[in-house]
């Protein structure tokens, strides 16, 4: 069975950044187009930035409105691993971190908390 296993989450203050990496267990998962959610308190998860597989063209990316120019997503796929590098945190960032494929979702890893708060 399929696993993610996210990590790099933590307590930061606003402005600041993290990085959260994402490894998947399946090298197929090299093949999909894989994304970032987040799931605030009392809130549904949403897709925050996804990108494209890169095995034959560079991959593109995209973003949700509320991040746009602050994260930046990113995958090595010889290290099976999807990368959130999240910076000018603001509070309304805090959330538990989740990735997985963009369709056809693969049983969800654990997530990893970001809490944004001075």
């Known amino acids: 069975q399929a696993q993610l296993v996210e990590s790099g989450g933590g307590l930061v203050q606003p402005g600041g950044s993290l990085r959260l990496s994402c490894t998947y267990s399946?090298?197929?998962?090299?093949?999909?187009?894989m994304g970032w959610y987040r799931q605030a308190p009392g809130k549904q998860r949403e897709l925050v930035a996804q990108?494209?597989?890169?095995?034959?063209?560079?991959?593109?990316?995209n973003y949700v409105a509320s991040v746009k120019g602050r994260f930046t997503i990113s995958r090595d796929n010889d290290k099976n691993t999807v990368y959130l590098q999240m910076n000018s945190l603001k509070p309304e960032d805090t959330a538990v971190y989740y990735c997985?494929?963009?369709?056809?979702?693969?049983?969800w890893g654990q997530g990893t908390q970001v809490t944004v708060s001075s």
């Open positions: 399946k090298s197929i998962f090299r093949l999909y187009a």
């Open positions: 990108i494209t597989s890169n095995i034959t063209t560079g991959a593109s990316t």
């Open positions: 997985n494929r963009v369709s056809t979702f693969a049983p």
